[in-house]
């Protein structure tokens, strides 16, 4: 539950609006002066009136940062609006106000705010995904762009930080799941293909005439000769345990299967491994892993 502090020496507004906050199940403390606040409380929102001192309107703008501070101003002036807003404060809003609007912008704030912490989350986990990729990286700056790898992360990095730079949403396309994609509505993404190599050599003449107005990542665990547009190569030392331990034959199928199951199909997959696909479903069964769907 949200916990919202109002700063305000009008004693009617301050309850009508309690009320109204207190119904849509906020958590509202009000005060009429600043030495009455809790300073051992942490608040989501401040309701900050500006008839207070220009001094205590500087010290809950200094001290509450981390909070949205809204201010409740009865006229717009340097003291009251700008050298707030200029301070922290994050908004105003101009006496009389309409409580809908006031609680309009308490729950953009407050939606904006969820947004940021799930943001850094996400950027969190990507860097620590990413840690094991290379640290320096080359960033597209024609499309359609192709990268050739033996370890997909590397891909996967470059696509995230490219995304990040452009300021473009992903549209993940696997071509194992819909060769017959339609582009056509995807103009302002970033479209990552990171099954190529899934493609026959027969249809990525095909492909690569439909994607070539748009901005296109494609990733490919397999070279690809005769590419028409630009293209790097990331070539990693895998390893493919923690330790130097020499497989068995067995130990590397399993492996190989557990890893990659995802990435090929039967039919790519016993190739690489060089085993039949009946031989193939013979060691699924054998090693218990379940197929991919």
Request: net charge neutral.
């Amino acid at each position: 539950m949200m916990n919202i502090l109002i700063l305000e020496d009008d004693i009617y507004l301050a309850q009508k609006v309690s009320l109204k906050l207190q119904d849509d199940g906020y958590n509202v403390n009000h005060y009429a002066s600043v030495t009455e606040v809790d300073n051992q409380k942490l608040y989501d929102t401040i309701l900050l009136s500006t008839n207070i001192s220009v001094g205590e309107t500087n010290e809950i703008v200094a001290k509450y940062h981390k909070s949205t501070i809204i201010l409740l101003v009865s006229y717009i002036s340097d003291a009251t609006v700008t050298k707030p807003l200029k301070a922290g404060a994050d908004d105003y809003v101009l006496k009389p106000f309409s409580i809908s609007e006031l609680l309009r912008k308490i729950k953009h704030y407050e939606e904006f705010k969820n947004l940021e912490k799930k943001n850094k989350a996400l950027e969190n986990y990507m860097n620590f995904l990413f840690q094991s990729t290379s640290e320096n990286i080359v960033l597209p700056s024609t499309f359609p762009y192709l990268i050739e790898t033996n370890d997909q992360k590397e891909a996967d990095k470059i696509v995230f930080e490219l995304a990040k730079k452009l300021g473009k949403e992903i549209l993940f396309v696997s071509l194992m799941k819909e060769f017959k994609f339609d582009f056509s509505n995807s103009k302002e993404k970033l479209i990552y293909i990171y099954d190529l190599h899934n493609v026959k050599n027969s249809s990525k003449e095909l492909l690569l005439k439909n994607i070539k107005n748009y901005d296109v990542v494609l990733c490919s665990l397999d070279n690809v000769d005769n590419f028409p547009y630009e293209k790097t190569t990331i070539k990693k030392e895998l390893r493919t345990t923690q330790n130097d331990t020499i497989l068995t034959i067995n130990e590397y199928v399993k492996l190989m299967v557990l890893n990659f199951q995802h990435t090929y199909p039967d039919t790519e997959l016993s190739k690489k491994l060089g085993i039949s696909r009946k031989s193939l479903w013979e060691k699924r069964k054998k090693f218990g892993i379940e197929k991919d769907k």
